[in-house]
């Protein structure tokens, strides 16, 4: 007997957990799990399937499958021996039976499998003893933990002791200050009182009464034997446990919180906030002297079909100066000097000087840039400029999507072929999905995907796409749709580098002196990445026999999800055959010949 894997999958094909036992890639573990699905049949009593290579022994519980892939060669008793203990361990780790728990404790599960399953055989191992080899106890661990809590009592002792002393201290000081009534006051009450009452006070100058001691008259000291006595015994205690760390809140005192908190204590503090702090943590904050940011925003309209319907790039140098000797200043910059961009700087920039020697700088050399946070978190714009092309090499991302509908479930593929002009990250390529309960069957995907219910929209995620991976696909079954519910799709994306390739040089300060620090960012952003226009109007007219005669923007509908309408039929005829009409009016040609 040999088990290749151990898995719960959830009756949708999505694999939770998966511990193989046997050496082998990647790819043929997924592929096995993605097959098992379709293997599975409903209404069938048996437990198992087999497929020309493998065979698949599974147990149903509640929404999941506990699934354990063979070899044909194995005993299939044995087999159904290790899923009766699989599947009796999972609700040992599971607080209940459903994908977030599962995906929760998936490390747990992992090593229970290990103890039942070694090298692709079965352990003669009971539950109990599972759970008590996962739960091994170190010694090392408990010695460690012992040692480490006495460390935190000691700290608490010593914090304590220093909490006194600054007690005693602040006390000495008041008695130093206000005199000795006072400091007596401040002592407590229960000791004076019972001086008092050992002692014999007169008027003959023994005791405290003849000036010696306290230096006090008979007068002062019964007058403060009244108030003491009749001050209520909450205040002449000692001050309440636990308050001695809000004494001062010294230096001394931050010391001691400081080594709790190191030794692992979680300490509380009530920490008051400051006006105007609100304010001040909402604004991002400047840390280097002068700050240069080149943006560029790409808006991109590709065809259905294959083509290049719109691509436009517009992209701004801003400017952020921190401090106001540093305000008077030009830019030296240098790009890729490609003819395609346009530059265009700012109203109140030497336009001469730019053109001449690619600096930016002000017309009035003597006038300072503005400064300080207060001002747009985007800074002081410098210099824009725009491109647009018809090259399709110029794309960054292109995308493929082909739905195909067979029997009562519609197949999608799509995939992603990037350019190696740039290395993109945090890719959101967003597919319209038609409105359904639940979320669609992913077959296959190449990054993580996630399924947005409320707004019908799959999600397929990609952190970076590098040269490891310039093209990639994702494959999902939903149920019977039109072709044209898949559209458009929007892609997200941001990258480091930009069409312009602009750099910063040097600034150069026109105030005397070294030149001050510099630092650039530099990104491209999406503003606008999906599909075309044109494409959308022919497959709505392509699905209805009518030919509208006044396409024109103004009859043209976009929905929120995107989704295109085409309205006002007025002046629509109906086709009938395969002629073509011989009256038409406004733009006929992209509904005739589908361009």
Known sequence: MVVLAASIISKSGKVLVSRQFVEMSRVRIEGLLAAFPKLVGTGKQHTFVETENVRYVYQPIETLYVLLVTNKQSNILEDLDTLRMLSKIVPEYTYSLDEESICKTGFELIFAFDEVISCGNKENVTIAQVKQYCEMESQEEKLHKMVMQSKINETKDVMKRKANEIDKSKLEKGRADKGGYMSLQSMGSGRIENSFSDMSISG??????????????????????????????SSATAPPKGLGMQLGKSQRTN???????????VILEDVQPKM????????????????????????????????????????????????QEDARIQVQIEHAGNPGI?????????????????ILGLKDPNRPFPTGQGGDASGVGLLKWRMQSTDESMVPLTINCWPSVSGNETYVSIEYEASSMFDLRNVVISVPLPAAREAPTV???????????RNAVLEWS?????????????????????????????????????????????????????????????????????????????????SFLPCSRDVKGANILVDPRGRVKLADFGLAKYITGPSCPLSLKGSPKPLLDGT
Request: net charge negative; with cysteine.
């Open 462 to 542: 990609i952190l970076l796409i590098d040269n490891s991976n310039r093209s990639g696909s994702m494959e999902f079954v939903v149920p019977p749709a039109d072709s044209s519910a898949f559209f458009p799709i929007s892609v997200e994306f941001s990258a480091a580098s930009t069409y312009s390739d602009l750099k910063v040089d040097n600034v150069i300060p026109l105030s005397g002196g070294p030149a001050p620090k510099f630092i650039q960012r530099t990104q491209l952003i999406t503003e606008n990445y999906q599909d075309s226009l044109p494409d959308r109007l022919c497959l709505f007219a392509s």
């Open 255 to 265: 010391q001691f919180l400081e080594s709790l908190k190191a030794e692992g204590e």
């Open 342 to 358: 346009l530059f265009k700087t700012h109203p109140n920039m030497n336009k001469e000087l730019f053109a001449n020697a690619n």
């Open 443 to 453: 077959r296959q995907v190449d990054g993580e995907w996630r399924y947005d219910s």
């Open 204 to 233: 003959n100058g023994s005791g405290f009464a003849g000036g010696s001691g306290f230096g006090m008259t008979t007068t002062e000291v019964e007058s403060f034997s009244t108030k003491s006595k009749t001050r209520p015994p």
């Open 276 to 323: 105007g702090q609100s304010k001040s943590s909402a604004a991002p904050l400047l840390t280097d002297p002068v700050t240069l940011t080149a943006e560029e925003k790409i808006s991109v309209t590709l065809k259905r079909d294959g083509g290049l319907s719109n691509f436009d790039v517009q992209g701004t140098l801003s400017l952020q100066i921190l401090n």
